[in-house]
């Protein structure tokens, strides 16, 4: 069975496509909005952990309302919500049997409940899997660190193909380059350059 999964090229990611790969023709899928070329990082860091990489091409609309969101509310995370649901929209659609995602248990944004996986599932005809859903933030670094070769740093330094790459620039256009500082926390990023 074909799985896509939508694929930042960070800890989170990879490992949901290593759990997936038992079960699945995993290729990693990474969603963007032609903002910026972060995309090609997630593609080297698909390379590296040895599945295939395909890119889809997301609605600048769907960025642009999740900018405008993100402003009105102050912070990102209704407007990451916004693009994820999108993504995995675009993603149900591409015809694969199974969607997944690197969402953890205890993610805060982006999440998705039961009631919308069964809808993506219906509507499409396709699987939702969320294999990191009974994984907390400390057993994935653990299991990570044991697995995987991470680069982690700042947001703003670490180069990959998450959301935020794209939102970051969109928002400054709109607003300033100060209104970023302003939304987007500062936090660390992981990208991943190998297994171990």
């Known amino acids: 069975?074909?799985?896509?999964?939508?694929?930042s090229g960070g800890?989170?990611?990879?490992l949901a496509a290593l759990l997936c790969d038992e079960f699945y023709d995993v290729t990693l899928v990474t969603g963007h909005f032609g903002v910026t070329d972060d995309w090609k990082h997630a593609r080297d860091a698909a390379e590296a952990v040895g599945f295939p990489f395909e890119r889809l091409e997301l609605d600048r609309a769907a960025a642009e309302d999740a900018v405008t969101r993100m402003r009105a509310d102050g912070f990102p995370r209704n407007g990451i919500q916004q693009v994820h649901e999108h993504a995995l929209e675009r993603l149900a659609a591409q015809g694969f049997d199974a969607i997944a995602d690197g969402t953890r248990r205890d993610d805060r944004v982006p999440t998705i409940?039961?009631?919308?996986?069964?809808?993506?599932?219906?509507?499409?005809?396709?699987?939702?899997?969320?294999p990191l859903s009974g994984f907390g933030r400390t057993a994935v670094d653990r299991i990570v660190e044991?697995?995987?070769?991470?680069?982690?740093?700042?947001?703003?330094?670490?180069?990959?193909?998450?959301?935020?790459?794209?939102l970051r620039p969109l928002l400054a256009d709109v607003a300033?380059?100060?209104?970023?500082?302003?939304?987007?926390p500062?936090?660390?990023?992981?990208?991943?350059?190998g297994t171990d």
Request: avoid cysteine.
């Open 1 to 7: 069975m074909q799985l896509g999964l939508l694929y």
């Open 11 to 14: 800890k989170d990611s990879t």
């Open 113 to 130: 409940s039961r009631a919308q996986a069964q809808s993506l599932e219906d509507r499409h005809d396709v699987d939702y899997v969320a």
């Open 146 to 166: 044991s697995k995987l070769a991470v680069t982690v740093g700042p947001s703003e330094e670490i180069r990959r193909a998450d959301y935020e790459a794209e």
């Open 176 to 184: 300033g380059p100060d209104a970023v500082g302003e939304v987007f």
């Open 186 to 193: 500062d936090h660390d990023q992981t990208y991943v350059t």
